[in-house]
């Protein structure tokens, strides 16, 4: 029973949230060039996703096996300004794959950096 408890306290919870505040080492390596970019952070269950779009982006977490798909659907696309979407994501050992989707489809990750 205390091994059980001690493994559940150390499990970290899967999420994503948008921040406003974006911390400088991540503020750092963030390539403006890149409209998809992920930041790992080294031996952390957290990554940053930085999606550069026009218009509003709403996301949601979905899991198939090992994999986690990120989607990201972007509405009111009228507004000519590209706007920077920082999110943070809280990752779980389960899942070994991300997929990011866009509107439903799978979109390459233009940059990986590892902070």
Same mark, same amino acid.
């Given at each position: 029973?205390?091994? $059980?408890?001690?493994?559940?306290?150390?499990?970290?919870?899967?999420?994503?949230?948008?921040?406003?505040? =974006?911390?400088?080492?991540?503020?750092? =390596?963030?390539?403006?060039? #890149?409209?998809?970019?992920?930041?790992?952070?080294?031996?952390?269950? =957290?990554?940053?996703?930085? $999606?550069?779009?026009?218009?509003? =982006?709403?996301? *949601?977490?979905?899991?198939?096996? *090992?994999?986690?798909?990120?989607?990201?659907?972007?509405? #009111?696309?009228? *507004?000519?300004?590209?706007?920077?979407?920082?999110?943070?994501?809280?990752?779980?050992?389960?899942?070994?794959?991300? *997929?990011?989707?866009?509107? %439903?489809?799978?979109?390459?990750? #233009?940059?990986?950096? %590892?902070?």
């Amino acid at each position: 029973m205390t091994v $059980f408890i001690l493994t559940a306290c150390n499990s970290s919870k899967l999420s994503i949230s948008e921040i406003e505040i =974006v911390p400088e080492k991540v503020q750092k =390596v963030i390539d403006e060039k #890149n409209t998809l970019q992920l930041i790992n952070e080294v031996d952390k269950d =957290v990554s940053y996703i930085v $999606f550069r779009t026009k218009g509003t =982006v709403t996301t *949601d977490l979905e899991t198939q096996n *090992d994999t986690l798909i990120i989607k990201l659907d972007v509405t #009111n696309q009228q *507004d000519n300004a590209i706007k920077q979407h920082v999110y943070k994501l809280t990752l779980d050992s389960n899942h070994d794959t991300i *997929d990011i989707q866009v509107n %439903g489809k799978s979109t390459p990750i #233009n940059n990986v950096t %590892g902070i």
